[in-house]
C-alpha cells in the first residue's frame, strides 16, 4: 500500500522535485514507487527486476514518461514537479471510485447512483470521476449530459446507464498503467449504425451518411476532408467520429453545425502551467486568463452556422466574414510554427495551410494551394466533416497551449501601442493591476475599438491624467469610472458592450478569491520581459512590453457588427 501522505508532505512543503529526481535516493521514492505501481506502471517498473526500492532509476522516469503521456502531460522523467506529483494523487485517489463503478457494472447496479440527490455519496463519486475526465457541469446531472455529448451518445441525466458506465470506465482507464487491474469493457451503442465497425477503411470511407450532401449542414463532396470519417446524420444532430474520437454537432437551421466545446481554459491553465510558462508567460499573465476565460466558451468549441462561416476556440476566432480575412489563420499560423509535427499530423494531409500574408492578426487559409479568399472558398468550411477536424486538433494540448498564448498576445494589438495612448500616456502605464488588465482585455475581445475612448472618458470623468502619480487607490477608482462608462458607451455604430456589468462581476470575483490582485504593478506578461527590463526605479508600476515588440507588426483590430 503506497505511502500517499508522504507524497503529500512533499507537495504540501513543495519540495516534491527535490527528493524525487534521477538517481536520488531516500523513503520517497519508496513511497513514489509504490504510488506508481498501484496506478499501473509495474510493467515499467519490473523492466529492471534487480533495482533498489528506493532508488530513483531509468525503469522510474519510464513508468513517470508513461503516466504523463497518458494524462497529457509534458515530463522528460527526470524529475517529478509539482503539478506532476499532484496529479498522480489525484488519479490515486480516484481508484476508489473506479472500484465503484467497475462493480455497479458487474452487478448492473446503475440506480444505486442517485443523481437527484447532490449528497448522494455515489452521485459525489461520480461527479469526481467525470471532472477527472474534464468534465464539468454544475449538477452530476448537467455533467453526465456533457459528458454523453462529448462521446456521442444519449443521456437525459437523470439515470446512469450501462452505455454511459462503461464508457466513464473505458475512457478512465486510458490514464493509468498496463498493470492496472482493469475489467473487460465494451461501449454498446445500439443507436449508432457503425458501431464497432472500426475505421479499417472497409466502410466505404467512412462516409457513412449524407456526407458532403446533408442538406442544410453545407456540404463540399469533397472526398479528402471525409475520407476516413464516419458520419451519421441523426436529424437534429450530427456524429462525426473518425475511428477513436467522435463528437456529436447540432445542425442548425438553415446551415451549419455546432459544439459549445467541453474542454475548459480554466482547467487547461492550472494543468499545463509548466508547458505555458515555457511559452515565456508569466503567472500573472495566466491568472488574467484565468479570470477571463469564465466569460468565453471552452477551448474546443465549433460554430460553422453564422457570418463568420467557420469559428473556433475559446475567443471563437473565425476563418473571416464574407471575403475578408479573419483571425483563426493566425491562430493556425502560429500553431504551425510553434508545433509543425502536431499540425501536420491534422491539417497536412487534408491539403490545410496558412497564406503566406498571414500575419499576426489576420489572414487567410489556403486548401491544396489555393487562397481561401472568397464566400464560395469559405462556404465549404460549414461541413461538419470540417467542423470534425478543426475539433480533433483542438483537443491537442500543444494546440490548446497556443490558443492560451494567442489569446494573451491580443494585448500586443492595443497595450503597448502609440494609437491607443490616453492624454499621452501608453496604457501600459496607467491601468497595470493584473485586475485592471484582465478587464482591458476582456473588453478587448468584445469591443475592441472602444478602449481608447472608455479610458479616455474615465480619467477625465476622475481627473485622474497623470499615471506616474498613480497610487494603488488611484487606480482602483479609475477602473470603477472605466467599468461604468465601458457598460454604456456607444459609437453610434452597434450596441454597447455585451453584458458589460455581468462580466466585469466575474472577473472581479477573482480578486475576491485572492487569485487576482488590484495592485499597481501586479501584471506582466513575459518574464524575458522582466528579465531584459527590469532596472527600473521602484516607482515605475508600468508593465513592460515583450523582448523585440513592434507595435506596427500589430494592427489596431475593429469591432465586428454583431
Known amino acids: 500500500m503506497a505511502n500517499i501522505e ?54 522510474v522516469v519510464n513508468a513517470v514518461v508513461s503516466f504523463a503521456r497518458r494524462n497529457r502531460l509534458d515530463s522528460t522523467g527526470m524529475a517529478v514537479t509539482p503539478f506532476l506529483g499532484a496529479t498522480m494523487v489525484e488519479r490515486h485517489d480516484s481508484l476508489t471510485g473506479l472500484k465503484t463503478l467497475e462493480g455497479a ?45 462529448r462521446r456521442g451518445l444519449s443521456a437525459d441525466g437523470y439515470q446512469l446507464t450501462e452505455t454511459l458506465a462503461k464508457a466513464v470506465l473505458s475512457d478512465l482507464y486510458l490514464l493509468y498503467g498496463d498493470g492496472l487491474r482493469k475489467v473487460a469493457v465494451t461501449v454498446p451503442d445500439p443507436s449508432n449504425p457503425w ?47 473518425d475511428g477513436s474520437r467522435q463528437i456529436q454537432f447540432r445542425k442548425h437551421q438553415p446551415i451549419g453545425v455546432s459544439t459549445p466545446g467541453f474542454n475548459g481554459l480554466v482547467n487547461f491553465v492550472e494543468q499545463n502551467k509548466e508547458r505555458l510558462i515555457e511559452l515565456d508567460l508569466t503567472y500573472s499573465a495566466l491568472q488574467v486568463m484565468e479570470a ?51 499540425f501536420r499530423r491534422h491539417f497536412t494531409p487534408i491539403g490545410l495551410d496558412v497564406s503566406p500574408d498571414t500575419n499576426t492578426t489576420y489572414g487567410f487559409l489556403t486548401l491544396n494551394g489555393a487562397p481561401v479568399n472568397s464566400i464560395p472558398a469559405k462556404e465549404q468550411f460549414r461541413d461538419p466533416a470540417w467542423g470534425f477536424r478543426f475539433w480533433r486538433a483542438l483537443q491537442e494540448p500543444d494546440f490548446q497551449a497556443v490558443q492560451v498564448e494567442h489569446a494573451l498576445d491580443r494585448l500586443k494589438n492595443f497595450y503597448w501601442k502609440p494609437s491607443y495612448a490616453v492624454f499621452g500616456n501608453l496604457l501600459n502605464t496607467v491601468i497595470t493591476s493584473a485586475y485592471g488588465v484582465a478587464l482591458l482585455l476582456d473588453n478587448h475581445v468584445n469591443r475592441p475599438a472602444w478602449i481608447k475612448p472608455c479610458v479616455e472618458l474615465a480619467m477625465q470623468q476622475t481627473g485622474l491624467t497623470n499615471p506616474s502619480q498613480f497610487t494603488d487607490q488611484n487606480e482602483r477608482d479609475l477602473i470603477k469610472a472605466y467599468l461604468n462608462v465601458r457598460h454604456t458607451y456607444t459609437d453610434g455604430s452597434i450596441a454597447a458592450m455585451s453584458k458589460s456589468l455581468i462580466r466585469a462581476q466575474s472577473i472581479y470575483a477573482e480578486v475576491q478569491a485572492g487569485k487576482l490582485s488590484e495592485a499597481r504593478g501586479s501584471f506582466q506578461l513575459s518574464n524575458r520581459a522582466v528579465m531584459a527590463y527590469d532596472t527600473r526605479n521602484s516607482m515605475d508600476k508600468s508593465a513592460l512590453p515583450p523582448v523585440f515588440y513592434e507595435p506596427t507588426e500589430f494592427p489596431d483590430m475593429e469591432n465586428e457588427r454583431e
Open 292 to 342: 477571463i476565460a469564465k466569460n468565453e466558451g471552452k477551448m474546443d468549441a465549433i460554430n460553422s452556422y453564422d457570418r463568420g462561416i467557420l469559428s473556433i476556440g475559446t475567443y471563437q476566432w473565425t476563418l473571416g466574414r464574407d471575403d475578408k480575412a479573419g483571425e483563426m489563420p493566425a491562430l493556425l499560423k502560429k500553431f504551425r510554427d510553434q508545433f509543425p509535427e502536431s
Open 105 to 149: 457494472i458487474a452487478n448492473g447496479q446503475y440506480a444505486q447512483f442517485n443523481l437527484q440527490n447532490p449528497n448522494d455519496r455515489n452521485n459525489i463519486t461520480l461527479r469526481s470521476l467525470l471532472d477527472t475526465l474534464g468534465i464539468t457541469g454544475t449538477t452530476t446531472q448537467e455533467a453526465l449530459r456533457n459528458y454523453a455529448q
Open 6 to 59: 508522504a507524497i503529500r508532505d512533499l507537495l504540501r512543503t513543495n519540495s516534491i522535485s527535490k527528493f524525487l529526481n534521477v538517481n536520488a535516493r531516500n523513503q520517497y521514492v519508496l513511497a513514489f514507487r509504490d504510488l506508481l505501481n498501484e496506478l499501473g506502471f509495474s510493467p515499467e517498473l519490473n523492466s529492471n527486476p534487480n533495482a533498489a526500492t528506493d532508488f530513483f532509476g531509468n525503469e
Open 195 to 241: 458501431a464497432n465497425i472500426g475505421n479499417n477503411g472497409g466502410t466505404n470511407n467512412g462516409n457513412t451518411g449524407n456526407t458532403g450532401n446533408t442538406g442544410n449542414t453545407g456540404g463540399t463532396n469533397n472526398p479528402v476532408i471525409s475520407t476516413g470519417l464516419q458520419i451519421d446524420d441523426r436529424g437534429g444532430t450530427i456524429v462525426v467520429s
